[in-house]
């Protein structure tokens, strides 16, 4: 019984690890993109 805790504790930490490097990709993709997607926006606001 405590092999399967160990196993499931493991498979936690294994998706935690998969979700914060999802984040950290987001957050660079956010940085790099969001002075272009800011100036699409503003060109689309400005044209309305």
Request: hydrophobic share 60%; charged share 10%; net charge positive.
């Given at each position: 019984?405590?092999f399967?805790?160990?196993?499931?504790?493991?498979?936690?930490?294994?998706?935690?690890?998969?979700?914060?490097?999802?984040?950290v990709?987001?957050?660079?993709?956010?940085?790099?993109?969001?002075?272009?997607?800011?100036?699409?926006?503003s060109?689309?606001?400005?044209?309305?």
């Amino acid at each position: 019984m405590l092999f399967s805790l160990k196993e499931k504790a493991q498979g936690m930490v294994e998706y935690a690890l998969i979700l914060v490097l999802v984040a950290v990709v987001v957050i660079a993709a956010l940085t790099i993109l969001g002075p272009r997607v800011r100036n699409v926006f503003s060109t689309i606001n400005s044209s309305l």
